[in-house]
């Protein structure tokens, strides 16, 4: 007779140790791969929404933008007795109103102005991050009461450098020149290869335990980012020029706060 041939129990113990050592190496491999093709996709949402900025500033001859005291022509005119230092936009879905004073609100505000609301729908996952919650925002997603912060709306932030004139960020104001608070024209752009307009600001898929910290307000991490002549990159916000102070608001941010504005560079 012959003998039948089986593993031994400490063959298959060894060959269960090698299996479970070869997962542990690939598994963080799998992991790095499956976070770059996410960041890919998060290139891609910067650089279509860039695409989006750079026809309404064909349209319109200047990036996104609302006057405070401003009346969009899609609302009511009683909406205007909020007052003259009121930005008010129209908020998904049709018949909510946002009201702010805070003119720098434009860093998550600017849905409103490049797409109508019936149109959210299909640019929505091109607005979040990778990994981020699906459902479209709504009036009661708004904290109100707290710090307004993009990442509670959308995933991409507006550089504020874009709805103010080139001199509000000269480093040498002392007090608000509410007159430098306006539009900017493409032409107005100098250095449109280095300026960011548009940013990943929650990076939602960077695992959590991975997640890095804030350092003056932004993610320490590679970050997808458009810029003013329509490419996109993942560069370090830590890399970017230094900040100059937003004497309205107090804070110095880098990417939002380039010294002299468009009329700076973020990255040489």
């Not at 063959?11 to 093709?37: D, F, H, N, T, Y």
């Not at 009511?76 to 018949?95: F, H, K, N």
């Not at 539009?183 to 960077?206: A, F, N």
Request: charge should be negative; charged fraction near 20%.
């Amino acid at each position: 007779m012959h003998a039948r041939k089986a593993f031994t129990l400490i063959e298959l113990l060894v060959v269960i140790g090698i299996v479970g050592i070869l997962i542990g190496i690939l598994l963080p491999a799998l992991g790095k791969a499956r976070g770059s093709a996410l960041q890919t996709v998060a290139l891609s949402n910067v650089r279509q929404v860039g695409t989006q900025f750079e026809t309404f500033a064909g349209d319109t001859k200047s990036y996104p933008q609302q006057d405070l005291g401003e009346i969009p022509a899609s609302l009511p005119d009683e909406v205007g007795s909020q007052g003259d230092d009121v930005v008010t936009i129209p908020w998904y879905p049709s018949g909510i109103v946002i009201a702010t004073t805070d003119y720098f609100a434009h860093s998550w505000m600017w849905p409103a102005m490049v797409a109508p609301l019936d149109e959210w729908p299909t640019y929505w996952e091109t607005w979040i991050s990778p990994r981020k919650d699906q459902a479209l925002p709504r009036l009661e997603d708004i904290d109100f009461g707290g710090e307004l912060r993009a990442e509670d709306m959308i995933s991409i932030v507006y550089a504020n450098g874009y709805v103010t004139r080139p001199a509000y960020w000269n480093g040498e104001q002392g007090k608000v020149n509410f007159g430098l608070l306006k539009e900017v024209r493409p032409h107005d752009v100098r250095y449109p290869s280095g300026k960011v307009m548009l940013w990943d600001d929650d990076l939602s898929y960077i695992p959590s335990r991975d997640m890095p910290e804030r350092v003056d307000g932004l993610l320490n991490a590679k970050t997808p980012m458009a810029f003013g002549d329509g490419h996109a990159a993942a560069l370090l916000p830590s890399d970017a020029s230094e900040a100059v102070e937003n004497v309205m608001t107090g804070e110095t941010v880098k990417l939002h706060n380039t010294k002299d504005g468009v009329h700076g560079r973020d990255y040489d």
